[in-house]
T-cell receptor, first 111, second 115 residues
């Protein structure tokens, strides 16, 4: 089955800095890669996703890049704000298969 | 905005007891899921459900677990005889399309504590 590795487990940045979270996956058949944000005690919420026919996708301060050859994808957050502090999970799935999540990255943005 | 709702938000039970967690998926969604998250760990897939039957399940989803859609709105997860290691947050989710093709919407979760 699919295996998703996520790094780093914790990331501390100053407000205004950029943050990058990286994930690798094992199943070359995977073609859907969402990122979820989970605030403390809350549900995971989708913030951005990318499909394998696209190399990069942007939504305001958030971008995701995908390298299918290397089987890795990354989340980039620019101009970080304290409200970006949360746990971020990457995930991967292929076709109609279920999502496999990474272990999460706790992002701490200090004012 | 439509949401997935779950009840109870927190349940405390004794080891060996049966527990039923309830979910109301978003009304026009066709695919339903249960995930669990042990405190501080990643979200783990349990089971997916479509067209009134299980479409996929993980190794975690053993004979102690079952799911049901008893009516047109509810989707339940039953744990027959709870173990200490079942303590976790259980998330219900739903989607319009199958996973891998569309966004998954999660409920707020039901925290299960087994003593």
């Amino acid at each position: 089955g699919e295996n998703v590795e996520q790094h780093p487990s914790t990331l501390s940045v100053q407000e205004g800095d950029s943050a990058v979270i990286k994930c690798t996956y094992s199943d070359s058949a995977s073609n859907y890669f969402p990122w979820y944000k989970q605030e403390l005690g809350k549900r995971p919420q989708l913030i951005i996703d990318i499909r394998s026919n696209v190399g990069e996708k942007k939504d305001q301060r958030i971008a995701v890049t995908l390298n299918k050859t290397a089987k890795h994808f990354s989340l980039h957050i620019t101009e970080t704000q304290p409200e970006d502090s949360a746990v971020y999970f990457c995930a991967a799935s292929g076709g109609y298969s279920t999502l496999t999540f990474g272990k999460g990255t706790m992002l701490l943005v200090s004012p | 905005e439509p949401e997935v709702t779950q009840t109870p938000s927190h349940q405390v039970t004794q080891m060996g007891q049966e527990v039923i967690l309830r979910c109301v998926p978003i009304s026009n969604h066709l695919y339903f899921y249960w995930y669990r998250q042990i405190l501080g760990q990643k979200v783990e897939f349990l089971v997916s459900f479509y067209n009134n039957e299980i479409s996929e399940k993980s190794e975690i989803f053993d004979d102690q677990f079952s799911v049901e859609r008893p009516d047109g709105s509810n989707f339940t997860l039953k744990i027959r005889s709870t173990k200490l290691e079942d303590s976790a947050m259980y998330f219900c989710a739903s989607s319009v399309l199958a996973e891998g093709t569309g966004e998954l919407f999660f409920g707020e979760g039901s925290r299960l504590t087994v003593l």
